[in-house]
């Protein structure tokens, strides 16, 4: 009985340090500024309307190309053949990145307001989904 116990409870440990061990794998950073590559119309997307406000910024595109900071490297995504307006993914070797706009509000004449879920996955299939709230300008 006292040795079921053990391997149990030895079973259920290895299982939640190897839960543990997958949400680390996939750490993101604000970057700094906006990428010096985009020139003119982009989006920026952020964890929240106050990171908003403080230009915490997570992720920028430019409607090719998305840069974000995973794991502290800077990546390039490129965008997939087959985004439509209201889903766009990117990807390079190491990651997909999939934007879910659900909701989206002019705000004046050349910017549009965002909401929506962001999904990146690695190519183990370690994954990470979060809303986001967005602005993209031109």
């Known amino acids: 009985m006292k040795k079921n116990v053990i391997v149990l409870f030895l079973c259920f440990f290895s299982l939640m340090t190897f839960a543990q061990s997958t949400n680390t794998t996939l750490k993101l950073d604000y970057l700094p500024e906006y990428p010096s590559e985009i020139d003119g119309a982009c989006c920026g997307y952020y964890l929240s309307q106050e990171d908003l406000k403080n230009d915490k910024l997570l992720i920028a595109d430019d409607f090719f ?4 900071i995973i794991n502290g490297k800077k990546e390039v995504l490129s965008i997939k053949q087959g985004s439509s307006k209201h889903e766009r993914e990117f ?3 190491s990651y997909t990145l999939t934007i879910t706009i659900s909701e989206q509000t ?3 004449y050349e910017s549009l307001a ?3 879920t962001i999904k990146i996955q690695n190519t183990k299939g370690e994954s990470k989904s979060f809303p986001f709230v967005g602005k993209c300008e031109w």
Not at 65 to 68: D, G, I, L, N, P
């Open 91 to 93: 990807s390079n070797a």
């Open 65 to 68: 190309t998305a840069y974000m």
């Open 106 to 108: 002019e705000q004046g």
């Open 114 to 116: 965002l909401k929506g």
